[in-house]
């Protein structure tokens, strides 16, 4: 499906809304812990959504089988990702933790292989795969040298949360019948059932003392990144199809990295670097457009 410049539009704004997602919750966790962070952002986000259903003419399902599908979805989409991302942002930049979140596509494709039978490997999938993990190693790699470090723990916690996000992908097949906003809507209201007790028991966010500046990052977290990100997502899948809105997956790291570098002051290391550019060509032979478009231009110059 070709995309018009509409879509394009609506696509960069998403990984900007996205990519601030790493923004908005490096400031939010240098106050307020990371799961208090996620309890803020699912339930402010839910509470939007769920206005947005009603105002929709939709009705939110509420049986038994519907909740509890919401309920596992929330827990993987949201709740632990979410949870293992802002704990790894205690320890990492936001740019870097973006990059390592971009390895979710490559995540979904081997849990895929395992669990599905229409999604199996297929030799460039695998090759993909291999590329991309050597980015990983090439990020983490001088970090474990000698044992891992608190960096090296928040950078497994932010990959950890990319295999939490691949297996919600797994998952969410099964709300394929239901308006786009009512599935949202009840994956964050499952998120939020999970993430407000377990806060007020783990963290006791009364405890914590945020400045204006950290309850601002909260609210752009959770309206902008959350809420308004996932009604602009399925607007573009509709309009666009899910093999060209996948392509935010490229440009969401280029967004945190922006905005890291320009208003956190965020350096990236050459090896850093080189594993951002390992990771994307794999993801470039997972997506196959990559070949297409090699293989266009070879046959193209016969």
Known sequence: MRMSGRDWGLLILLSLLWGGAFFFSKIAVGA????TTAACRV???AGVLLVVVRLGGHRMPTEAAALGAFL???LLNNAIPFTLIFWGQTHIDSSLAAILNAMTPVFAVLIAHGVTRDE???PAKALGVVVALGGV???IGPAALGGLTAAGWGMLAVLAAGVSYACAGIWGRRFKGLPVQVAAAGMLC???VLLIPTAL?????WVFDPAAVHVAAVIGLALLSTALAYLLYFRILQSAGATNVALVTFLIPVSALALGVLILGERLEAGAIGGMALIFVGLGIIDGRLQGVMVRRLRAQR
Do not use: H
């Open 32 to 35: 307020i812990g990371p799961m």
């Open 43 to 45: 339930s402010l986000a």
């Open 72 to 74: 596992v979805m929330g």
């Open 120 to 122: 199996k490997l297929t």
């Open 137 to 139: 190693v090439l990020l």
């Open 190 to 192: 499952g998120s939020s």
């Open 201 to 205: 028991v783990v963290e006791r966010p």
